[in-house]
């Protein structure tokens, strides 16, 4: 069973900037595409960002040029670097990656970081 475990939520003001991290482990073979998504109470899930196994990004136009998605394949790790948060950024963030076992792929979710942001 694979697991994603997220990290580095919490409370900061609007300007300043947090990292999160999403480990992934258990049976894993190859992990494909990893994301972040985000959702606030009572909304559907958004994307935030992804990144392909070759390093490729994509990102939600509200984020650009100030988050920024990395992965350490060595560690089965994502990133996400999020810099200038604005009280909108208020959501619980989500960690996805699509993982290779033995029984083939399958999208696997983390449990949730909430980020605040205060004005």
């Known amino acids: 069973q694979v697991q994603l475990v997220e990290s580095g939520g919490g409370l900061v003001q609007a300007g300043g900037s947090l990292r999160l991290s999403c480990a992934a482990s258990?049976?894993?073979?190859?992990?494909?595409?990893m994301g972040w998504y985000r959702r606030a109470p009572g909304k559907q899930r958004e994307l935030v960002a992804t990144?392909?196994?070759?390093?490729?990004?994509t990102y939600a136009d509200s984020v650009k040029g100030r988050f920024t998605i990395s992965r350490d394949n060595a560690k089965n790790t994502v990133y996400l670097q999020m810099n200038s948060l604005k009280p909108e950024d208020t959501y619980v963030y989500y960690c996805?990656?699509?993982?290779?076992?033995?029984?083939?792929?399958?999208?696997?979710w983390g449990q949730g970081t909430l980020v605040t942001v205060s004005s």
């Open positions: 990144i392909g196994s070759g390093a490729t990004t």
């Open positions: 258990g049976s894993i073979f190859s992990i494909n595409t």
């Open positions: 996805n990656a699509r993982v290779l076992t033995g029984i083939g792929y399958s999208e696997v």
